[in-house]
């Protein structure tokens, strides 16, 4: 079974601070893909990075980058420099290997950057 | 380049009505799914097409809720005899791409059952 776990709630910070996101999870697949989406209040689920299991590099793109850690499991998202626009919900996901294709999810971390 | 939409975006029904929800995928994908959020959760997988074919069905997804996807296009999701426990947002994404393991998500559809 796959799990998916964002320990942290809820996040304020004030603009301009950097903020690290956590995500870890659970799966027997030896190949699997992770994610992060951002929900805005709009509602609108919006892609932001895949990762796939046999690939540990860590990704930049901008203000966001990723550090994704199969010796503990970790998948964590780090926004340097965050601006009102990042307050959002943002998930983390996991897809297995195999013929299945679902998602699964975790239950979200509510951001909110304060000007 | 057109996203995947859904229809209506808010329904508000009546305990025990009948709903039916539309979406259309992004033209060239031919996986779609169907997920639902709840409050403060994050999408729980409901089912999965590839073309028209329905190849995978959670088992939240009861002798209530039925999915088509009759040409492999657009894709409907019908709640007969709603209950409150229905009260959601239903959120439909598609892929299908080589090589693509994302996918993309509709705006959703806010169902109310009052």
């Known amino acids: 079974a796959q799990k998916v776990t964002q320990a942290q709630t809820e996040i304020s910070v004030v603009e301009k601070e950097d903020v690290t996101l956590d995500c870890v999870y659970e799966t027997r697949d030896t190949t699997y893909y992770l994610f992060w989406y951002k929900q805005p209040p709009s509602g609108e689920l919006v892609f932001l990075i895949r990762r796939n299991s046999f690939d540990e590099q860590n990704e930049i793109s901008g203000r966001y980058s990723w550090n994704f850690q199969k010796s503990t499991s970790s998948f964590n998202f780090t926004i340097t420099a965050s601006q009102v626009v990042d307050s959002a919900v943002y998930f983390c996901?996991?897809?297995?290997?195999?013929?299945?294709?679902?998602?699964?999810f975790g239950k979200g971390i509510t951001l909110s950057v304060r000007p | 380049d057109t996203g995947v939409s859904q229809d209506p975006r808010h329904k508000i029904t009546k305990r025990g009505q009948n709903v039916t929800f539309r979406c259309d995928p992004i033209s060239e994908h031919n996986r779609l799914y169907w997920y639902r959020q709840t409050l403060g959760q994050g999408p729980e997988f409901l089912t999965y097409?590839?073309?028209?074919?329905?190849?995978?069905k959670s088992r939240l997804l009861s002798d209530r809720f039925s999915a088509e996807r009759p040409k492999g296009s657009f894709s409907t999701l019908e709640i007969q005899r709603t209950e409150q426990g229905d009260s959601a947002m239903y959120l439909c994404a598609s892929n299908g791409l080589a090589g693509e393991r994302e996918q993309f998500f509709g705006p959703g559809t806010r169902l109310t059952v009052l």
């Open positions: 996901a996991l897809r297995g290997g195999g013929a299945n294709s679902k998602l699964t």
């Open positions: 097409f590839q073309n028209e074919a329905q190849l995978e």
